[in-house]
């Protein structure tokens, strides 16, 4: 994998530490977009600057999850949110009460929307504003 792919994936899935690394490796001209990834070392990075990086945030990263809230025994919605008290509070905030539980999902895990299937990874590009309602579900009794 080259290094451009590198970069480019840990902007997409959030990886703060990795984009950050290769962001200053590559502003310190000790490694190019078209190098192979697997023969960087991460060692040659002055890891105090790349710290006061990731604490500035300089790339904008800001990792985003989704959780599910549990409102009754069958019905359930999905946040995205920083945290999991982020969503519980926007959960109480919207529903005016407290959620039964709270579980994180990966965000590439997938649904059926329609007649399609889609992560919600996909479904978070279609949200600017967070936290954010991605879904609802609604267990079939049983």
């Not at 999991?84 to 959620?99: D, G, L, N, R, V």
């Amino acid at each position: 994998m080259l290094v451009k792919e590198a970069y480019f994936d840990s902007l997409r899935f959030q990886e703060s530490a990795l984009a950050h690394y290769i962001h200053h490796l590559l502003g310190e001209m000790k490694i190019s977009l078209d190098d192979d990834m697997s023969k960087i070392d991460l060692q040659q990075a002055d890891h105090l600057k790349v710290r006061e990086m990731i604490q500035i945030n300089v790339l904008g990263i800001h990792k985003i999850r989704v959780f599910s809230l549990k409102m009754n025994q069958m019905d359930f919605v999905f946040i995205f949110a920083a945290s999991e008290q982020e969503a519980i509070q926007f959960y109480t905030k919207t529903f005016y009460q407290t959620p039964l539980n709270c579980h994180e999902y990966s965000l590439d895990f997938q649904l059926a929307r329609g007649n399609d299937v889609i992560s919600f990874r996909d479904i978070r590009k279609e949200n600017e504003d967070l936290p954010a309602i991605a879904g609802y579900f609604n267990k079939p009794y049983c």
